[in-house]
């Protein structure tokens, strides 16, 4: 078997598997929407002092709008993903795009890690807003995961230009032969 149509091939299976993950992660986020139970559960063990019925509806608005930046954030990457896969169904080893698919999912974890900084903190600012003086607050979450999201995340964006370049070359040396 030749190389190009090994790679076809995985590019395949790849290309199903990411298109398989978005359905599902899509479905597993209507489940939690749709079921008011869960996030009315989860909000409590969250915040201490907030309850579900308490809060007003521009404080559930906001939980949820913010709460949707990254996974919808990473859907996006998740596309750029597939679009890069089915450059390859071709068998070609450098196609044209694959590096701006790959920066794209690359851009797309840096809006992941800091959107759940920045959601975090809006969250708890909107959901705690209705709180006496004093009982308020703003919880910043700096993890070792959005670090290590932003360092992956800059060696995609990284392998994207180098393809782009490698694609380029190769372009080149076919318009040569």
């Known amino acids: 078997m030749q190389p190009s149509q090994s790679i076809a091939r995985m590019a395949t299976r790849l290309s199903w598997f990411t ?6 992660f899509v479905t597993a986020g209507a489940v939690v929407l749709w079921y008011p139970g869960y ?4 909000v409590p063990a969250q915040l201490e002092g907030v309850e579900w019925a308490d809060l007003a509806v521009w404080q559930k608005a906001l939980m949820h709008i913010f709460g949707s930046m990254a996974p919808l954030l990473l859907l996006y990457g998740l596309w ?7 450059l390859y169904r071709t068998g070609d080893l450098f196609p044209s795009g694959a590096g701006f698919h790959i920066k794209r999912f690359g851009q797309a974890l840096v809006g992941v890690a800091i959107a759940q900084i920045v959601a975090g903190a809006a969250i708890s600012a909107a959901l705690t807003a ?3 003086a004093g009982q308020g607050m703003v919880a910043v979450n700096l993890s070792s995961t959005n670090l290590a999201t932003l360092v992956i995340a800059a060696l995609i964006m990284m392998m994207g230009r180098l393809l782009d370049e490698a694609s380029t070359i190769a372009e080149e040396n076919r318009s040569i032969v």
């Open 39 to 42: 996030i009315a559960q989860a």
């Open 19 to 24: 298109l398989i993950s978005i359905g599902l």
């Open 130 to 132: 209705h709180l006496p």
């Open 80 to 86: 750029q993903v597939r679009a890069f896969f089915e």
